[in-house]
């Protein structure tokens, strides 16, 4: 088969100001023909862009033209014998609020240690705790079985869909803005991993502003994640969507391809950009669809 490069000139704003452009950037395709958001993609990864906000391309044409690159190797995978343990999830606190609406968790004994005193011998005691709570409570995961009936739920979510999985963070500039679309993952490397979204909304948890103006992903992002293969997409906001939309389509684009959601997170800024491996296994509960985690990274440290 014929071999085609894609011919094009682009126009791309970053996020936090500025922006560049391109004439006559040549990118080798495969197959005949190749989409603008797909071309983005890929010269975002190519220059390694960061904050891309408006991406434009212009006077796009194929040509038949040898290929000038190999193909690209696979992403290593092997965390090594040296790590470090980064804890990504809140504390579950007895009349915490997660989100408005939803009831706080009640924790408390359901026997005490001075109460279990008269069932041990002297100096034995033990404490059984008790906690009421929905799932949607801290740092938790959404299985498909949260928005969709015929999902699959805690029981059935494979332990390879939340753990172990190679991640990366995507950063959002402080002020960008609440709608965090598809651009923003162009640059990076996505398939099989773990995408967290790192926008420092975690610095509000258990305030008033926590609830209010939270970024969220669109639509497209999420359409981009799914089709780039995505395994689960975290973020440390109150929400992946836009709670103003009743439909939302973020949860309803992922959660229908089978890729887990964590919301909710926190500290991921003590995480690299990759080089890591993120766990976020629920417990296995038949019919629910979101439980708390204890969201985790393991990265591999150099000796």
Excluded at 189 to 197: D, F, H, S, T
Aim: charged letters at 20%; a negative charge.
């Amino acid at each position: 088969m014929t071999e085609k490069r894609v011919v094009f000139d682009f126009d791309i704003e970053f996020s936090n100001g500025g922006g560049i452009q391109g004439r006559d950037f040549r990118l080798d395709i495969v197959g005949d023909d190749i989409d603008d958001k797909a071309l983005v993609a890929y010269i975002v990864q190519d220059l390694r862009l960061l904050m891309v906000g408006r991406a434009t391309i212009l006077h796009k044409r194929i040509v038949a033209e040898r290929h000038k690159r190999p193909s690209a190797s696979a992403v290593p995978t092997d965390a090594g014998n040296d790590v470090r343990h980064v804890d990504l999830s809140h504390t579950i606190d007895s009349g915490m609020i997660t989100y408005k609406g939803l009831p706080a968790p009640l924790v408390c004994d359901h026997i005490s240690r001075p109460g279990s005193r008269a069932s041990y011998a002297e100096g034995t005691e033990f404490q059984i705790g008790r906690i009421d709570m929905v799932g949607n409570t801290g740092t938790y995961l959404d299985t498909p079985y949260h928005r969709y009936e015929d999902g699959v739920d805690l029981a059935g979510l494979p332990l390879e869909a939340a753990s172990g999985l190679p991640g990366v963070v995507v950063r959002v500039a402080r002020g960008f803005g609440q709608a965090l679309d598809w651009t923003m993952f162009a640059g990076i490397e996505i398939a099989g991993r773990a995408v967290l979204v790192h926008t420092g909304w975690d610095v509000h948890w258990r305030t008033d502003q926590y609830f209010e103006n939270h970024p969220f992903l669109t639509e497209a992002a999420a359409i981009y994640l799914r089709d780039w293969g995505a395994r689960l997409v975290g973020i440390d906001s109150l929400n992946i969507d836009d709670t103003a939309d009743p439909h939302r389509p973020v949860h309803s684009v992922l959660l229908s391809a089978g890729i887990p959601i964590v919301e909710h997170m926190t500290n991921l800024n003590s995480l690299p950009v990759d080089g890591f491996h993120f766990f976020a296994p629920p417990p296995k509960v038949a019919h629910m669809g979101t439980f708390p985690v204890r969201a985790h990274a393991i990265i591999s440290v150099s000796a």
